[in-house]
């Protein structure tokens, strides 16, 4: 947050670690993977320009990782699945502004093929965000 702005200049960067960082889980307390959305939510509020043009990479990391939260039967308690689902939503709320509803129409088809139920949870929050 400090760098404000400043942070577009290492997006490739920084787009690269965040993948990396979701891509995998990190044990029961899933403290990165916290951390990462904390800070691919920060990434976002300060670089929303440029964000569009990354939608594509950064929608499918998020849906992968919120499939994989739910999915996983790891030694996470529920409270860290939760805290991951929730702010996995808020990252695809704020790349929706950002996109200016784009994640929207492009959730419309996901949200309807969806059949687990805390997954089209946070699918439907997304599309009713404003």
Known sequence: SRLGILIVRHLKRLERVI???LEV???PEEKARL????????TI??????????????????LRLLWDV??????????VRAALLHR??????????CSRGQVKVLLEGVHSSCEESRVRECLR??????
């Not at 509020?45 to 998020?62: F, I, K, N, T």
């Not at 739910?70 to 409270?79: A, C, K, L």
């Open 25 to 27: 889980s990190d044990g």
């Open 70 to 79: 739910h999915t996983e039967r790891g030694p996470s308690p529920e409270p």
């Open 125 to 130: 929050k997304v599309q009713e965000s404003t």
């Open 88 to 97: 996995a939503t808020e990252c695809l709320t704020l790349l929706d502004r």
């Open 35 to 42: 951390g990462i959305l904390e800070t691919l939510q920060c």
């Open 19 to 21: 993948l990396g960082y």
């Open 45 to 62: 509020e300060h670089a929303w320009p440029r964000m569009p043009c990354r939608l594509p990479v950064l929608l499918q990391a998020l």
